[in-house]
């Protein structure tokens, strides 16, 4: 079945997710029946291209690599005109991929342009947390009497299935809180510092490594951790939170002694994002560096190491791994999501 | 949409799998659109009973407590006759629910009932390890000739989703191999040895609080274990191994000291299950006492605390932990089976 994609944001995750499609193009005819086209990408400061045949991906790639603006026969449709074009296309599936950055004062526009895709008939995938951490219900509402489906695998944890664990494996169960390490900056962080570095050069040093954005506050200031407790609390415990109504405790240069003195106790500090119901029945979440002793299986990551520790009513406590991360990840859960849409048509539209 | 239930086998799992669709019955019938009625219970010394429009299953729960054998109007129909009648019940979902124990030599019964179950047109889902461990590519292959579904997530780590993980949430990936401690109660004695105990008395605790089987070798020789690592690799890797083609060592007497000098190098002794492939593209499968540094995720398990590390392509090394275990997590995992099964229906079928 031929899949027709617009990228809307066409950065790091946009291009490897571009690359991935293209390596994986075999295993998706054979194994999953979908053959994803790239019609068109969008992009704000860099150019845009829309072909209804499918873009030259190599070349967009190549002038991205060099710097130079996307550009194409047909001109520079923006993100909105790209989706209602896509909206008219022939294909029986039309999936926005959106990967544009967080923005932590309103998720924009990542939820301006899942809101043209659904309107225009297209499915969206997105590994951008904005959309899920303040309009989740919404968008989710929306989609539904659309027909359409909205997946955002990649919001929490890559790659590593969060979402899809508990929609897909876990029926009939509730999901009563969770607790997590969710970002990988401030535990690599957390890490140097109790091997005795200072907080600026271990945050220097992570953005160097490209772990770390050159503006870290998102990461340190915890704003990341507490847009994805508010996805996560959104999805799996039905709350209608933003990453504003997140009590949010960051990590600082005042943080290294604390982080020093409980290795010394033998407990660990690290950055925890958790979620539970309150007397009244609220969702209420935190983010907050917390000294956990050994024993606590949070405890025991390292660097870019993840994990989600999920309190429910049938399972009691289930965790979740990511023991390494990265863009080939982020990547694969856009993919595995347009895996999952395609999986939802039905069996007899293949070909 | 009803479905027809046929439970082989009626112990602890089998009784627990019994209430807990009771108990859920409400959530089943709402949000799963599925009707489950109990309507026959076959074990091999304690009776039988069956019944086209639904057994008195209170009666069949006290009888079993009161140590009183099953008995109904009907006679007492064996396994085999009972699965011919659900075949030709006229429910939509006609389901097998197989629980009875794991034969070390063969898998037997269980095989044997799956089969049955197949040529009778019906669904299987099981929390027996010895059919996937024995002959998953036969039962898998035959009862995809027949259209129906065999399932078996309470096969390994109980009802948290390991074969479904993979399935449902990671379509495109391939495992390339695993690690895990799948056995609870040589986890539970091994915690016991680093804290000082001698094996005996650890072995006879375990036994005491029912954890162990009163025949404890299945656990401590490595033969539990050894049926996980190989439905394992059968399931996720394509192989077709059986619990005595993989390589195993349990643990004894000696192991007590040999626990305590691993704790004493800052390290654990833990039963490691595992599997890879060779230079010759077999899988190769083990089970032995393994020194894990305090930085392997294996090594901080403790009590009933299971683990899974796979090691994918795509999404580097993903682990799912279970945290605690218990019989309402087996049974769980025979309901989450059955819930995949309904979804698998057409969904103009249901009503």
């Known amino acids: 079945m031929r899949a027709d994609l617009a990228l809307v944001g066409f950065g790091h995750v946009g291009q490897r997710f571009a690359r991935l499609i293209a390596e994986q193009a075999d295993a998706l005819r ?22 209804e045949e499918g873009i030259d991906v190599e070349r967009a790639l190549a002038d991205s690599a060099a710097g130079r603006p996307l550009e ?11 989706l209602q074009r896509l909206g008219t296309a022939s294909s029986p599936l039309r999936v926005l991929v959106e990967t544009t950055t967080l923005a932590i004062e309103d998720g924009q526009p990542a939820i301006r342009h899942i809101e043209a895709a659904i309107d225009a008939g297209c499915h969206t995938v997105t590994a951008n947390k904005g959309p899920v951490a303040f309009a989740y219900r919404r968008l989710r509402d929306r989609a539904a009497a659309a027909g359409v489906s909205f997946l955002f695998e990649g919001a929490v944890m890559d790659g590593v299935p969060v979402f899809n664990l508990v929609r897909e494996t876990m029926p009939a169960i509730t999901v009563r809180g969770f607790r997590g390490v969710v970002n990988s900056t401030t535990n690599h962080i957390l890490t140097a510092l109790e091997n005795g570095d ?34 996560l609390a959104n999805v799996l415990m039905d709350a209608e939170l933003t990453p504003h109504l ?7 240069p005042e943080t290294a002694e604390r982080a020093r003195s409980a290795l010394r106790r033998g407990s660990r500090l690290r950055l925890v994002a958790s979620a539970s119901r309150d007397d009244r029945g609220r969702v209420v979440a935190t983010v907050r ?29 289930v965790a979740i791994h990511q023991l390494g991360g990265g863009l080939t990840m982020t990547a694969y859960a856009l ?8 999986r939802r048509q039905p069996l007899s539209s293949s070909g």
């Open 72 to 82: 194409g026969p047909g001109g520079c449709p923006s993100a909105a005109e790209q």
């Open 198 to 231: 200072a907080f600026a050069p271990a945050l220097a040093r992570m953005q160097a490594e490209g772990i770390a954005e050159a503006d870290a506050s998102l990461d340190v200031d915890g704003w990341d951790a507490a847009a994805k407790a508010a996805a």
């Open 335 to 342: 993919l595995s999501d347009l895996i999952a849409i395609r």
């Open 289 to 317: 560096p917390e000294e956990l002793p050994l024993e606590d299986l949070l405890s025991g990551l390292r660097g870019t190491a993840n994990a989600l520790i999920l309190h429910t009513d049938l399972l009691g406590d």
């Open 246 to 252: 997140v009590e949010r405790t960051g990590i600082g």
């Open 30 to 51: 054979t194994s999953h029946e979908v053959e994803p086209r790239i019609v068109g990408i969008a992009t704000r400061r860099h150019g845009s291209v829309y072909a």
